[in-house]
């Protein structure tokens, strides 16, 4: 696919719409307030391929207990990954506390990308979302919006091609990203879910997959 021939009113179309439809349905959940940068950092974690519905209680628990990496390392309590059903991410989750307790967590991308268990969408997600800088975020659910909306097709490689990455470069505003960035997840949620929510889509007037 070529990038640059995506008109440009089709991305401000979509860029305008769906921040303004984010602002109206704003998921409210508490990991979107944190003032706490490890616990930012463990919400996205945390939600990573995981429901937040199911993520809720335990990071709210996580909170409650532990204010930072060293609190955490300083007890012996089960991983919280445990309880979600994520057994193989709770020694990385172990490793990355460690070295947390003896730095400080970096908002760099470069260097966050260096810490164990920190991948692009971690990364890129903390930093627009919890720190204030601009970073597109691609994840699967993200790729099939695009893939749906600009008529072209998607699979397990998508979100790795340097194309896609353009466009997500294009679509991310530099001013509203935080706003953008959220209403994408929150659109890719309730809306355009595997099983489309076509008819009560704000996008469908422009969207190819109709």
């Not at 944190?34 to 939600?47: K, P």
């Not at 989750?93 to 908002?107: D, I, T, Y």
């Not at 505003?173 to 959220?182: G, H, I, L, T, V």
Request: proline fraction near 6%; glycine fraction near 4%; charge should be positive.
């Amino acid at each position: 696919m070529l990038v640059n021939h995506v008109p440009d009113n089709k991305i401000k179309y979509f860029r305008r719409r769906t921040i303004t439809w984010g602002k109206k349905n704003f998921a409210d959940f508490p990991w979107r307030h944190a003032t706490n940068q490890w616990h930012a950092l463990v919400a996205e974690l945390m939600l990573q391929r995981t429901k937040a519905e199911q993520v809720l209680p335990e990071y709210l628990s996580f909170c409650n207990t532990y204010q930072s990496p060293q609190e955490y390392i300083a007890s012996s309590a089960p991983s919280p990954f445990i309880s979600l059903g994520l057994h193989w991410r709770s020694e990385t989750f172990k490793k990355l506390a460690e070295v947390l307790a003896h730095r400080e967590l970096p908002l760099d991308k470069s260097q966050l990308l260096q810490l164990p268990g920190i991948g692009d969408y971690i990364a890129s997600a903390f930093l627009s979302l919890h720190v204030g800088i601009r970073e597109p975020i691609i994840d699967s659910n993200i790729v099939r919006l695009y893939g749906r909306f600009f008529g072209f097709a998607t699979d397990g490689e998508t979100r790795r091609k340097r194309w896609f990455i353009e466009l997500a470069e294009r679509l991310t505003p530099a001013r509203n990203f935080k706003d953008f960035n959220y209403a994408v997840i929150d659109l890719t949620r309730t809306i355009c879910k595997p099983k489309p929510l076509c008819s009560k889509c704000l996008l469908k007037r422009k969207c190819s997959h109709l």
